[in-house]
């Protein structure tokens, strides 16, 4: 059930290292992503793939987790991804990065949902600086980088709580590390 997978499919920030991600893996998560919707379907993302424990190590260090509890570095260590997709924009099919704000998280939960239905799961990081990952990357002057997805094999656990009107949105964790998600009701969320 769709419900079950997007029950499933949580913010992970901590993942087992030894389950290596592969190239085969990432592509069959973009290859989900690219049949989604797309404003007047000009499609302008490009995907750059990390899977070599290299490539993934030097991403790692680029990608800023948790903002919600700074006194806490996420992830833990010997816990890291071990797989990245860095979602582009090709500005030469459209200049204007602020257009394709909604389709990059289209793309971005739709290889989310696939990475869930693949036993997977991830996060995605938009706290990272452009410019440092076009360097660190490589990426030619006309990539411009929207989102990146963090994958691997989860190794935490995330639980969703409900909140009441006015009450924190906020995530915690417990002394078991074990990571809560308010989500709100909803009959709060319902306009009519
Ligand atoms: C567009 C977007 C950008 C995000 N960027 C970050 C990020 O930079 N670092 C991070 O740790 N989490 C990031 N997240 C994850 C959110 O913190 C997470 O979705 C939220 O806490 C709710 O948890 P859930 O996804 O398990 O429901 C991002 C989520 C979205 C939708």
Redo the contacts with the bound molecule.
């Keep these: 059930m769709l419900k079950d997978l997007v029950i499933a499919?949580?913010?992970y920030?901590g993942f087992d290292e030894n389950r290596r991600i592969t190239r085969e893996e990432l592509v069959q998560m973009v290859d989900c992503a690219r049949l989604t919707a797309s404003s007047v379907n000009m499609q302008p993302f490009r995907y750059y793939l990390a899977w070599e424990k290299e490539e993934v190590d030097r991403i790692q260090p680029i990608?800023?987790?948790?903002?919600?509890l700074p006194d806490l570095s996420?992830p833990h260590e010997g816990m890291c991804p071990t797989g990245f997709i860095v979602i582009c924009q090709d500005t030469r099919v459209w200049e204007s990065v602020a257009r394709f704000q909604k389709d990059v998280?289209i793309a971005?939960q739709t290889i989310l949902l696939e990475a869930t239905e693949m036993g997977l799961g991830g996060?995605?990081?938009?706290?990272?600086s452009a410019a440092q990952v076009k360097e660190t990357l490589g990426l030619a002057e006309y990539l411009a980088p929207l989102?990146i997805v963090a994958v691997g094999k989860p190794a935490e656990k995330?639980v969703?709580t409900q909140i009441g009107e006015g009450e924190p949105t906020a995530?915690y964790r417990d002394e078991d590390d074990v990571h809560y998600?308010p989500?709100r009701r909803l009959e709060d969320i319902l306009l009519n």
Excluded: P
Aim: aromatic share 12%.
């Design positions: 499919n949580r913010s920030r990608t800023k987790w948790a903002k919600n996420l998280g971005a996060c995605m990081i938009g706290n990272f989102l995330v969703l995530y998600v989500k």
